[in-house]
């Protein structure tokens, strides 16, 4: 966190063009390239928090970097800002990235930092690991948006030409366009409790979290993201509140799951508005993860 937070001063980085509405900068630190992107998003319809989750989760993180095929997040073992994933990426030969992932989130710029490492729970087997010096992200709010900043330094081991590593930064001008068009997934803003698990899947929009009592809770929702409404199904002992944007549990009790999706098309057109529609389960089938 504190490499990519030195990094993100635009001095010492050298200007190599504007594509995409993306500035593209690279960087020689210690003798080490490393690679910059700076977009633009206008206007404050997110918050530096919730362009932050649109740039972290896996889930959506597969529609707009094309360099990620699919990926999975491990269950939290310290902090909801502290997460382990492994990915496959989109490259020829085939490479995998195991990282760890910290996010720090202040109201007005998050930053969210990852780097390679080697745990028991991620075998390689005979597949080449990419290796992730540094890869992070910094969103600042400014007076008309958000200031969005990519930079990396990865090794994928021989399968990219020095060309196309310049090409790798273009990815946060597709990030930005994402949120433009798609919102941003569930936020988790307050959080009082132990958050175990959070992810999101792009099928339905699904996103879940499993959560450890007491406390209480509180998520974001984009309208953009869920136009028609959305579906919680929450398995545990909670009270919990339901409104345009916001959604929270309450005197939570012990494990608690909560899922959230897309209501369907056909029970949105019947009901004909805007559909909030939340089940609770006191016993439902374990869904794993």
């Not at 009270?239 to 608690?256: I, P, T």
């Not at 019947?270 to 089938?285: C, D, Q």
Request: proline residues 4%; aromatic residues 10%.
């Amino acid at each position: 966190m504190d490499l990519l937070k030195r990094l993100t001063d635009l001095d010492n980085w050298n200007f190599v063009q504007e594509k995409d509405k993306v500035k593209l900068y690279d960087n020689t630190t210690d003798s080490v390239l490393f690679v910059r992107g700076d977009a633009k998003l206008e206007g404050h319809e997110l918050t530096p928090e919730q362009m932050a989750i649109v740039v972290t989760f896996l889930g959506t993180r597969t529609h707009w970097d094309p360099y990620i095929r699919h990926g999975y997040v491990f269950p939290f073992e310290h902090s909801r800002f502290e997460s382990l994933f492994v990915a496959d990426l989109n490259t020829e030969p085939r490479r995998h990235l195991s990282c760890v992932c910290v996010r720090e989130i202040k109201k007005d710029v998050c930053y969210t930092a990852m780097s390679s490492v080697e745990d028991p729970r991620i075998p390689m087997g005979d597949s080449v690991r990419a290796d992730l010096l540094v890869s992070g992200w910094r969103i600042q709010k400014t007076e008309t948006g958000l200031d969005v900043s990519y930079i990396t330094k990865i090794d994928l081991k021989g399968c990219v030409l020095d060309e196309l590593r310049q090409q790798v930064p273009l990815c946060v001008g597709k990030a930005v366009e994402y949120a433009e068009k798609n919102g941003y997934p569930p936020t988790l803003t307050v959080c009082t409790a132990q958050c175990k698990y959070e992810n999101f899947f792009s099928g339905r929009n699904s996103y879940m979290a499993i959560l450890e009592g007491p406390g209480h809770c509180s998520w974001s929702i984009s309208k953009k993201m869920y136009p028609l409404g959305l579906c919680v199904i929450i398995k545990g002992d909670v009270e919990y509140r339901l409104g345009a944007e916001e959604f929270s549990v309450s005197e939570m009790k012990g494990r608690v799951e909560v899922y959230i999706k897309c209501v369907g098309k056909k029970f949105a057109r019947e009901a004909g508005v805007r559909v909030y529609h939340p089940k609770i389960y006191k016993v439902m089938p374990r869904i794993h993860y």
